[in-house]
């Protein structure tokens, strides 16, 4: 039995867990000492985290024996061999694309303006639809998981809340856009935004900047952003269809219509998927009842251009989930009628005018998002007298107003307005031996204004700057300005890329976070909260090697946070901290039809009050990815991704206790092929090596599947 004050501490520790325990735990950190600007940090030693890890050490061997290889080939091409018999041959095969290349890429997130990804001083990673779909990935976090600077963490199966760490950012720290509109949750406790329900078969692109950009998004892009593109129609109308299952009973279901006709472009898509899933308690800990998952999904987009000066553009998207839930993960974690719902509703219409003149076009837009969260938990055999229900409604509504200007051919000026208003509430309810337990938050609500500036310059076509300032006025507590400035220098006619950054973000206070009633065991919100405050700097380099075959790219990066917001008695501002490390980037088109990719990230986090570490983000991470074209339409894809040690809390036990994450090493692999023009069918295995490391500690983890299916153009 447990005291009163256990089944609370309990009932806390469950909602940390659900909110994915960013931020809010942190840990000593084991290495020797550290260094962060200056001053050194004597700090204990635990080689399980600090050594470089057994799965680094073979990425790199592989890496060195296929640079080997690529290495003899850009030489022998170089010396004047004939590798190839015709000039054709040389040219890569079309499912295969070659590396990224700076005046290629077109990016809308990191401006808010079209802007070739070469003018940018951003750390940006775009992944595309073709990429999405040649790597077998189901849900944008899995999309998401291997690029550089990113780390994914879930607790459980499929539907299970999902975090994404940004350079060592708390999740909360990232800004989600999904067509534009903001869909972080104004009812998470820290308005973060969870993965886990959102599936990725309407996606056309995901672009992720990492660094702060409030300067034009204002509050939670203090880490980064992730922005979510669905597809757009254009051409002849067109009918697909998709349909797959495998291993855990999973299927799913996707129907799309788009196309463009009379002027108007429109794509909808509609969506199922559901799985029997397993033990979000972890099966490795004796927990056996299986936790399914169900998603229903539609999106939709038109266009339209009446004339060359006005033009709508209008989006909506709606999710709907469940999930089996857990209690908690570890031994006797298991709960057979606990279960998760969420549903998201969300819109976007916006309005465009281009002057007559061509030098002013301006934007007006109205976006909302509602979010609901159900948490029910009935009494069952194994848990008598024990039962629970959560009730959470968030809704975020924005006025948006921008203009673009061009005085100079070598100037873009953004200029805009911004109003956001968001309110929500909540109710609990729980019966236990301790008997009746309720909490409620009546419904709150707050509004911020905002103003900001941007300036992209140019000069002679070689170097560009972007620089920005954001004004906002919260309720709460009044202003806030930040600022950033992005330049880049290009040269070797194009080939090399000199970039950098330095910007500054804040997170303003959630509704929970300022309103929550105080609670018999002490006060809950504060209005005293100041907005949680970042600033980074970042520097990076560029190349292209062997005739444009070859791209590389090294980044160097450190992050400030301060005045975080923690609970202590009650939430307060109170730690600092910080994240520094390294990205290391490349794709090499090694013959036609053979592309390699890789990257590699270092990630030191720390907090600065009481030299302890950020809890689940790993040092080391990393991932080679080989995509081959052996024949016409045939297409062979396998991924290799490592995660390093790191620290995690262990809420099996009471008091609960600090333990280490072992790393883990996941191959994935992917085959497709095209019957005609219409039909393509495909298959995917998933954690081929079968490593079961948590990824949570004591929550389950996929060991190793197969599914396939096949997907239909009409």
């Known amino acids: ?77 170089a010396s004047g061999e004939d590798l190839d018999s015709t000039p054709e041959a040389a040219e890569p095969a079309p499912d295969v694309p070659p590396p990224p290349r700076f005046e290629d890429e077109i990016v809308v997130t990191a401006t808010r303006t079209d802007a070739a990804a070469r003018t940018l001083g951003n750390s940006i990673t775009v992944i595309g639809r073709e990429e999405i779909f040649a790597s077998g990935n189901r849900t944008v976090a899995e999309a998401i ?42 009812m998470s406790p820290s308005r973060s935004f969870d993965f886990g329900n ?39 109308p ?99 009628n606990y279960t998760g719902d969420f549903w998201q509703a969300s819109g976007r219409a916006e309005l465009g005018y281009t002057h007559p003149s061509g030098r002013w076009t301006q934007k007006l837009a109205v976006a909302r998002a509602d979010t609901g969260r159900l948490d029910r938990n009935e009494e069952d055999a194994a848990h008598p007298g024990e039962s629970s229900l959560g009730r959470y409604k968030g809704i975020s509504e924005r006025l948006e107003w921008q203009n673009l200007f061009f005085p100079h051919p070598d100037h873009v000026l953004t200029a805009g307005y911004e109003y956001e208003r968001e309110r929500g509430y909540s109710s609990y309810r729980s019966e236990s031996l301790w008997g009746p337990y309720e909490s409620d938050f009546p419904g709150r609500s707050a509004g911020m204004h905002s103003l900001y500036l941007q300036d992209q310059w140019q000069a002679g076509g070689r170097f560009f700057l972007t620089s920005g300032l954001r004004l ?20 070797s006619n194009g080939d090399t890329r000199l970039r950098g950054s330095f910007g500054t973000g804040f997170k ?25 405050q970042s600033w980074t700097v970042d520097g990076g380099l560029d190349r292209y090697l062997l005739e444009k075959r070859l791209w590389l790219s090294v980044t160097v990066f450190y992050n400030r946070f301060t005045d975080l917001i923690t609970f202590g008695d009650g939430y307060e501002n109170l730690p600092e901290s910080a994240s520094s490390g390294l990205e290391l980037a490349g794709a090499w088109q090694l013959r036609p039809g053979l592309r390699l990719s890789a990257n590699y990230t270092f990630t030191h986090t720390e907090n600065l009050t009481n030299g302890e570490s950020l809890l689940r983000r790993a040092r080391h991470t990393g991932s080679v990815e080989v995509e081959a ?45 095209p019957l005609g023009d219409t039909v393509e069918l495909y298959a995917a295995l998933g954690n081929l090596l079968d490593d079961l490391t948590d990824e949570i500690y004591g929550y389950g983890v996929p060991g190793r599947s197969a599914r396939g299916g096949v997907r239909l153009t009409f």
């Not at 960013?22 to 000492?33: A, I, R, W």
């Not at 990425?59 to 080997?68: E, K, N, P, Q, S």
């Not at 599936?199 to 998004?217: H, K, L």
């Open 508 to 532: 303003a206070p959630s509704l929970y976070q300022l309103y929550a009633p105080a609670t018999l065991w002490g006060p809950v919100g504060n209005l005293a909260l100041q907005p949680e």
């Open 629 to 673: 074209q052996p024949w016409r339409g045939l297409h062979l894809a396998g991924m290799l991704y490592g995660k390093g040690a790191r620290w995690d809390m262990d809420y099996s036990a009471w008091p609960a206790r600090r333990t280490v994450l072992g790393s883990y090493l996941r191959l994935d692999a992917r085959v497709s092929y």
């Open 1 to 77: 039995m447990h005291s009163p004050t256990q089944t609370r501490s309990a009932t806390e520790a469950r909602s940390a867990r659900r909110e994915n325990g960013l931020g809010v735990y942190s840990f000593k950190h084991p290495c020797e000492s550290v260094c962060i600007r200056g001053r050194s940090f004597r700090l204990r030693s635990n080689p399980s985290v600090c050594s470089v890890p057994p799965w680094l050490n073979f990425l790199l061997a592989l890496l060195l024996l296929v640079t080997g290889i690529g290495s003899s080939y850009g030489f022998a091409a």
């Open 198 to 236: 959102l599936t990725a078969g309407d996606v056309e692109r995901i672009e992720i900047i990492r660094g702060p950009q409030s300067t034009i998004y204002g509050s939670d892009a203090i880490g980064g952003i992730v922005h979510v593109i669905t597809r757009r129609g254009e051409g002849r």
């Open 145 to 186: 998981a291997a690029a550089p600077g990113v780390q994914v963490i879930s607790n459980g199966p499929p539907g299970s809340v999902t975090g994404v760490f940004l350079r060592g950012a708390n999740s909360e720290h990232t800004l989600v856009l999904v067509d534009g509109m903001v869909v972080n949750d104004p």
């Open 472 to 491: 906002d006025r919260h309720e709460a507590f009044g202003t806030d300005l930040n600022v950033r400035l992005a330049p880049v220098l290009t040269f």
């Open 238 to 336: 067109r009918l697909e269809a998709e349909m797959d299952g495998g291993s855990w009973g999973s299927r799913a279901v996707r129907t799309a219509v788009l196309g463009e006709s009379r002027g108007w472009r429109y794509a909808c898509t509609a969506s199922y998927a559901a799985s029997d899933g397993y033990s979000a308690a972890g099966e490795r800990y004796g927990n056996t009842e299986p936790d399914g998952w169900r998603n229903y999904g539609f999106s939709g987009n038109l266009q339209h251009d009446f004339n060359e000066r006005w033009s709508l553009r209008a989006s909506a998207r709606f999710t709907d989930g469940r999930t089996g839930l857990d209690n908690f993960g570890g031994p006797r974690g298991d709960d057979p």
